[in-house]
């Protein structure tokens, strides 16, 4: 059907099963985020997807082994997957809504073909998990000698090393000997099979400031701390508070660096780590 309010699309699913879609014109810019820092009392649950998040496959045969009458929006989907794309990256990758997308990456994710995941970016920080597998006759072990060779240019045992502390992504890509690209791919690899996991920083508020009286740059800082105040308890993450308030990171950043003895970084395993129900932390 169409009309002046979009038109619905019918998605046909596994197993004999559809599903009806209200999908809204093209054109119709994406709502605004709700201005969660500036409302009042109890903040509302978090949605369960949001455009800073992604999806990171899990599997290499996804798209061959959809089942034949599988939605082709799905298909389009699937041939555009990255661990290093969010929902906004696909959103402009496939044309699709990002209300279809969310629909979508929920059957992947119930599937087993995905997981639903902050992408992979310079400022990404994984560390090793504690029941990490590291003995060499491990079935990770064998698996990456099969997905690299027998004398990958970053073996195993290095790989694991790299990620013994948390680290920005970028600044270990840049340190890291080996080619861009492998390091990529092991990461990923890892990540997949949970020898590593990602973190998130949140931030925690453990005192009030008065307004300063000097210093511009300062002033800015404080006002900022001031729009995000009731988020600076340590269950929201720094990628959450940029997407509600529209705040680039860096400027988080430069308000943590104003205010070091009041706003405490906070690392917590990141959304889709360790457990997969509703999180605070987003």
């Given amino acids: 059907g169409g009309g002046r309010g979009g038109y619905v699309a019918r998605l046909p699913l596994p197993r004999g099963m559809s599903l ?13 985020p709700p201005p969660v820092a500036r409302s009042e009392g109890a903040l509302p649950p978090p949605p369960p997807l ?3 998040l992604g999806l990171l496959p899990l599997r290499e045969d996804t798209l061959a082994s959809l089942p034949p ?18 929902f906004s990256d696909l959103h402009l990758e496939t ?20 997981r639903v995941a902050l992408p992979l970016t310079e400022e990404s920080l994984f560390a090793l998990r504690p029941d990490a597998p590291t003995h060499a006759d491990s079935e990770v072990a064998a698996e990456y000698a099969a997905a690299f060779g027998a004398r990958p ?3 195993l045992l290095s790989a694991l090393a790299l990620f013994s502390e948390p680290r920005r992504f970028g600044d270990l890509s840049r340190s890291a000997r080996v080619p861009a690209r ?11 099979r949970r020898v590593i996991h990602q973190l998130q920083t949140c931030l925690l508020a453990v005192a009030e400031v008065a307004r300063p009286a000097v210093e511009p740059e300062r002033l800015v800082a404080w006002q900022l701390m001031q729009q995000l105040r009731p988020m600076l308890h340590g269950e929201h993450s720094l990628e959450e508070l940029s997407w509600h308030e529209g705040v680039p990171r860096r400027a988080l950043l430069q308000m943590v660096a104003a205010f070091p003895d009041v706003l405490l970084p906070v ?3 990141a959304v889709g780590e360790d457990f997969e129900e509703a999180q605070d932390c987003g």
């Fill in 20 to 32: 009806e879609v209200q999908l809204p014109p093209p054109t119709r810019p994406a709502p605004p």
């Fill in 50 to 52: 949001r455009p800073y």
């Fill in 69 to 86: 009458d599988s939605s082709p929006l799905l298909v389009r989907l699937v041939r555009e997957l990255s661990a290093a794309r969010s």
């Fill in 95 to 114: 044309g699709l809504p990002l209300d279809t997308l969310y629909l979508l990456a929920g059957h992947l994710a119930e599937w087993g073909h995905a």
């Fill in 153 to 155: 240019a970053l073996p």
């Fill in 182 to 192: 492998r390091l990529v791919q092991a990461t990923v690899f890892l990540w997949q």
């Fill in 267 to 269: 690392l917590m395993p």
